[in-house]
């Protein structure tokens, strides 16, 4: 069997973000890209994670770190057998996302889903900033708890600025730079 698919060694692109700022929309579509260059994808939904993985934990400074460093391992497991992982979690802390880098064998990519958050109470699909802002979601990330920003991304995208599809040629351009992308 024959084809010409690219040589993948795998990679992790780690979208982060406030929630509601379009992690979860621009990983769909970036996996979708991928996929259709024939290469092996996985997206770790931080929700997904949550509710399979690390339902035990707690919404704590503690706890989120922990879940962002199973996020981490799984996402390096995968990357380093040659999948492009897309991880979209929030990950609040900088020194989780950090850790989550220096523990990768093969390329890391973070991803800054960057909206303001007066468009995200603006957007608020689920309700949950209309919710935290009145003490009904205790530690929400971005009212109630801290949001550590990237200092330095690898890619920065302004959702209240740009389309999923050029958040998704920003990330793509990034990663041909590193010569993972055809």
Sequence with gaps: MSFNAPIVEGFTVWLTGLPGAGKTTIAGALARRIAAASIPVEI???????R???QELTFTEHDRDINARRIGYVANLLSRHGVAVIV???????????????????????????CPLPELM????????????????AL??????????PETPDVHVHTDLVT????????????RVRKLWI
Excluded: C, M
């Design 44 to 50: 770790l939904d931080g929700d997904e994670v949550r």
């Design 52 to 54: 399979w993985l690390s």
């Design 88 to 114: 979209a979690a929030i990950a609040p802390r900088r020194e989780s996302r950090a850790a989550a880098r220096a523990s990768h064998e093969r390329p890391f990519v973070e991803v800054f889903v960057d």
């Design 122 to 137: 603006r957007r608020d699909p689920k309700g949950h900033y209309k919710r935290a802002l009145t003490g009904e979601i």
């Design 140 to 149: 929400f990330t971005g009212v109630s708890a801290p949001y550590e920003e």
């Design 164 to 175: 999923v599809e050029q958040a998704v040629n920003a990330i793509l351009t990034e990663l």
